[in-house]
């Protein structure tokens, strides 16, 4: 079997729903599909759900909306170990009929006692073989009793393992160090490294691309492909996914999840471009890469044999760089669709039918170039979209409102923005910077303490574009609010930043 992909390989992404798609799977999902669709091969889908205790219904969904959401279609499933309990009945069967599967019936105190005994010599444990040793008519009067047994396999003594991985280069394994390995549990149920080896040969695969961590199990499955007579497929195992500070990818290096990305705004495109280059690259300078570019580049041959590094101040620069390519009315959509994602954690809005409005797409044009995301960009737009503010920002309002002399001086504001008779950019600088210098201050001294009054932050867009996108009368009510507010603050200590405005512009 040749290593090259072509339109006959076959690669598969095999998940475990015992919870999220995770960062790492979503990885190894992502490099199967491109190699599939580079080749002009197949890409299977399969659910590895043969853990009664962890796998649940909920996880199988949460797996295949994590897919859908990133567009890694499949060509054949899901399919489901769950539902297959006869194909690897057969293939144990086929195992003991030859002798390389035997019954083991060894409790769980014996087995502890070897595993304290292999800590306490400093060794790793290797079962000791010794139910390997027994008589068939032993062994079938023990399971006639009913005497609970799992199914071993048995590993030849003295004996090595070797495969060529794509990716790392050859790998030897002493099988000695394996011992007989379970295949089977007592309660009847296969164990991963047989039905995985049973689905690889059923479903021919031809390419098994999955993370480094899965090393250590495909000596054994190796093991069971020659024992049954069948053909191995070849290997690649993708370097780890690491943290900034070098350990293993967690929740506190950022979401994990892949729909948890989801639910803080980021887009499918930039989620795919940025798991394409956690272990691969085009080349030193290319970062951006559209998913047309990915299929036709992608190969096995440039994936770093290194641990990748898990970026998401990154990931967060390469979304705003989607974000921003895009035409204002599709980012508009994409915003206007994330605002309503979850009703259980919607804004209080001034009324759902805004986001409806031709006002909605001119205040996403007012934060585009200064989001990341649509996590982002909702919480910066969150000022226009809700009928008062709760709050202002502690720093923000220490400095530009409670000051003495703010309050008042706000009111003067107000009157000068009721008097604009055209309440566009022009006739709005024009009152502000007239107010300023009636008032003897900078206009950055009238604009701050109005920025903050009109959307409780020291930081936004334009103060015109905010006045223009709040209208005279929404303006006019902040304002009013602003002062109410700071008339109701308990007086400040005596201070040097106490100073009046005034004071603090002739210093």
């Not at 390989?9 to 015992?18: D, G, I, V």
Request: charged share 30%; hydrophobic share 40%; net charge negative.
């Amino acid at each position: 079997m040749t290593t090259k992909l072509t339109k006959a390989s076959r690669l598969r992404f095999a998940p475990s729903p015992t919870g999220t798609l995770h960062v790492g799977g979503a990885r190894t999902a992502l490099f199967n599909w491109l190699l599939a669709r580079g080749c002009g091969g197949k890409f299977i889908l399969r659910i590895e759900d043969t853990d009664r205790e962890r796998s649940t219904e909920e996880s199988v969904q949460v797996i295949l909306d994590a897919m859908a959401w990133l567009g890694l279609d499949h060509d054949e499933g899901p399919f489901y170990q769950s539902r297959r309990g006869e194909h690897y009945a057969l293939a144990l069967a086929t195992l003991r009929e030859s002798g390389r599967a035997y019954p083991c019936f060894c409790t769980a105190e014996r087995l502890d006692a070897l595993r304290k005994q292999a800590r306490a010599d400093g060794t790793a444990f290797v079962y000791d073989g010794l139910c390997r040793a027994l008589g068939e008519d032993e062994r079938a009067s023990r399971i006639e009793k009913g005497e609970p047994h799992v199914i071993r396999f048995a590993v030849e003594p003295g004996s090595i393992t070797e495969f060529d991985d794509m990716i790392g280069g050859p790998r030897p394994f002493e099988n000695d160090r394996l011992g007989d390995f379970v295949i089977r549990r007592s309660d009847g149920s296969p164990i991963y490294h047989l039905t995985v080896v049973v689905d690889d040969h059923e479903m021919e695969i031809t390419h098994v691309v999955r993370g480094d961590d899965h090393v250590s199990n495909t000596p054994r499955q190796l093991l069971l492909f020659d024992a049954l007579g069948w053909d191995r497929p070849h290997y690649a195992h993708l370097p780890l996914i690491q943290g900034a500070d070098k350990a293993r990818l967690s929740k506190r290096h950022g979401a994990t999840s892949v729909l948890e990305f989801k639910r803080e705004g980021f887009l499918p495109e930039a989620m795919i471009n940025f798991l394409a280059l956690l272990g691969w690259s085009l080349d030193a300078e290319t970062e951006r890469l559209t998913r047309a570019e990915l299929i036709e580049n992608f190969s096995l041959d440039r994936i770093n044999r290194s641990a990748a590094v898990f970026d998401k101040t990154k990931l967060e620069w390469m979304n705003g760089v989607y974000l921003r390519s895009k035409p204002l009315d599709e980012v508009t959509k994409l915003a206007r669709d994330f605002f309503r994602l979850d009703p259980d954690d919607a804004l209080d809005l001034i009324s759902d039918k805004r986001l409806d409005e031709p006002w909605f797409e001119s205040i996403v044009a007012l934060e585009v170039e200064r989001s990341r995301t649509l996590g982002e960009m909702r919480r910066n737009l969150d000022c226009f979209l809700v009928a008062s503010l709760e709050s202002y920002e502690e720093k923000g309002a220490r400095k530009h409102l409670l000051k003495p002399g703010v309050c008042e001086q706000l009111a003067r504001t107000a009157e000068a923005l009721r008097a604009v008779e055209n309440f566009e950019a022009e006739g709005l600088e024009a009152a502000l910077r007239s107010l300023a210098e009636r008032e003897g201050l900078s206009f950055g001294k009238v604009v701050h303490p109005l920025r903050m009054s009109l959307t409780g932050r020291s930081a936004s867009p334009g103060i015109f574009d905010v006045l223009i996108a709040f209208g005279r009368e929404t303006s006019l009510e902040r304002i009013e609010q602003a002062r109410e507010w700071i008339e109701a603050q308990p007086p400040a200590s005596e201070s040097p930043a106490s100073e009046s405005p005034r004071q603090e512009q002739a210093r």
